[in-house]
Nanobody, 126 residues
Framework: QEQLVESGGGLVQAGGSVRLSCAASGRTLSRYTMTWFRQAPRKEREFVAATTWSSGSNYFAYYADLVKGRFTISRQNANTVTLQMNSLKPEDTAVYLC?????????????????WGQGTQVTVSS
């Protein structure tokens, strides 16, 4: 059973930056899709950014329109993915969750993911 552990959340002022990290333990996830979702209070969980395997150690990156140009997802190694969040806005406040699955299709589809972390809180003050 894979375990995903997120870290790096906290309180930041609007316009600031935060870097989240997600580390997976267990098998090597080199060809897995690893993705960040977020869930704000009283809102549905939503897609933020994904990395899908391309070839060798190369990955594609995909972003939700709301974060494109501000957030950067990176695959540090087979089992670690980071999310650099810049120019943060109060509406980015949420619990950020890391998820992983074997296939690359439907990377924004929440039910398709096999493994989930517990999440890390990011709070952006105005």
């Amino acid at each position: 059973q894979e375990q995903l552990v997120e870290s790096g959340g906290g309180l930041v002022q609007a316009g600031g930056s935060v870097r989240l990290s997600c580390a997976a333990s267990g098998r090597t996830l080199s060809r897995y899709t690893m993705t960040w979702f977020r869930q704000a209070p009283r809102k549905e969980r939503e897609f933020v950014a994904a990395t899908t395997w391309s070839s060798g150690s190369n990955y594609f990156a995909y972003y939700a329109d709301l974060v494109k140009g501000r957030f950067t997802i990176s695959r540090q190694n087979a089992n670690t993915v980071t999310l650099q969040m810049n120019s943060l806005k109060p509406e980015d406040t949420a619990v950020y969750l890391c998820a992983a699955k074997q296939d690359s299709g439907g990377y924004s589809s929440i039910p398709s993911y096999d493994y989930w972390g517990q999440g890390t809180q990011v709070t952006v003050s105005s």
